[in-house]
C-alpha cells in the first residue's frame, strides 16, 4: 500500500459520544497532547438513500482542513485498507479518559 494511499480509521470520546471517522493522514502535531487529523474523508456516494449520522458529521466537519484530537480521547487508530462509514455513537458501557495527565505539575518543569 503506497503512503498516499493510507486511510486511517480514528475513533474517539466526544461529549458523551464515541466519533469514528477516517483521515489520510494523522501526527502527533505541534499541540502538546493532541493527535493531529488532517484530510478527513467522506464517502462520495450517489446513492438515494443518505445515512443521517454520516451527514451530521459531514456537515460538523465542513470546512475543516485539519482537527486536533485530545490524546485522552483518542480511544483507537488503525490503518485501513479502505474509508468506511464515518460514524457517532452512545457512549455505552466505560469510556473513562485516562485520570492523570503526563504532563502534570512538577514534570518536565526542570
Do not use: C, W
Amino acid at each position: 500500500m503506497a503512503s498516499s494511499e493510507r486511510i486511517y480509521r480514528v475513533i474517539f470520546h466526544n461529549q458523551s459520544k464515541i466519533y469514528e471517522i477516517y483521515a489520510r493522514n494523522i501526527s502527533d502535531g505541534g499541540l502538546l497532547g493532541f493527535v493531529e487529523v488532517e484530510e478527513l474523508t467522506f464517502g462520495e456516494r450517489t446513492q438515494v438513500v443518505v445515512d443521517p449520522a454520516e451527514e451530521k458529521l459531514k456537515n460538523e466537519f465542513e470546512g475543516v482542513k485539519r482537527t486536533y484530537v485530545p490524546m485522552h480521547s483518542i480511544v483507537r487508530v488503525d490503518e485501513v485498507e479502505k474509508e468506511g462509514a464515518p460514524k457517532i455513537s452512545d457512549a455505552d458501557g466505560n469510556v473513562t479518559p485516562f485520570p492523570t495527565s503526563v504532563y502534570g505539575p512538577g514534570r518536565g518543569t526542570d
